[in-house]
């Protein structure tokens, strides 16, 4: 059974670091890339950034409103991906779930596999 | 970026109807496009990627069409647990980004 279980979350004051676990099973993590989407009290969902898989050199992307602040890394060895969020802001309170792609028709899709997220509130 | 518009942004509605979202992209996105279903509290479920092609699970009431900056999600007679909210996603550049979401609602 899948299984992907996102930890870390908690409340962290303005300007402090935090980082976020997301531990993976059932299934083959190392062969897919994996997403951090995030989404704030009552409001859409928006895509933080994604590491693709060894094959494709762990090679990272990033949504400008998280770009140079964020760091998304994995460890397939430990079936574990991480998102280290620095210079934390008030607006990054969000519930942050990890998801695991697939790639299909010349594209890698978010999302076929979710964990349940973590709640990160930023606030003094 | 790419932006992405749905409409309606909420839509209220019987069991048994006819549903249609629309979303439409800032610029061409070919197939690239993913929806989600979200209910409260819970992750985002995948139910269409390619535009078109249903993810493994997911009823087939529901289907999805269009190409380039126009796409439509159809749920062809609404159910009780399709009550949700509906996001679609492009995958055609980074960064990657969601619509804003469609709320079905009980009529």
């Known amino acids: 059974e899948v299984h992907l279980v996102e930890s870390g979350g908690g409340l962290v004051q303005p300007g402090g670091s935090l980082r976020l676990s997301c531990a993976i099973s059932?299934?083959?993590?190392?062969?897919?890339?994996m997403d951090w989407v995030r989404q704030a009290p009552g409001k859409g969902l928006e895509w933080v950034g994604r590491?693709?898989?060894?094959?494709?050199?762990?090679?990272?992307e990033y949504a400008a409103s998280v770009k140079g602040r964020f760091t998304i890394s994995r460890d397939d060895s430990k079936n574990s991906l991480y998102l280290q969020i620095n210079s934390l802001k008030a607006e990054d309170t969000a519930m942050y779930f990890c998801a695991a792609g697939f790639c299909s028709g010349g594209t890698c899709y978010v999302g076929v596999y979710w964990g349940q997220g973590t709640l990160l509130t930023v606030s003094s | 970026d790419i932006q992405l518009t749905q409409s309606p942004s909420f839509l209220s509605a019987s069991v048994g109807d006819r549903v249609t979202i629309t979303c439409r992209a800032s610029q061409g996105i070919s197939s690239y496009l993913a929806w989600f279903q979200q209910k409260p509290g819970k992750a985002p479920k995948l139910l269409i990627y390619g535009a078109s092609t249903l993810q493994s699970g997911v009823p087939s009431r529901f289907s999805g069409s269009g190409s380039g900056t126009e796409f439509t999600l159809t749920i062809s007679s609404l159910q009780p647990e399709d009550f949700a909210t509906y996001y679609c996603?492009?995958?055609?550049?980074?960064?990657?980004?969601f619509g804003p979401g469609t709320k079905v609602d009980i009529k």
């Open positions: 059932g299934f083959t993590f190392s062969d897919h890339y």
């Open positions: 590491v693709r898989n060894k094959a494709n050199s762990y090679t990272t």
């Open positions: 996603q492009q995958l055609n550049d980074y960064p990657l980004t």
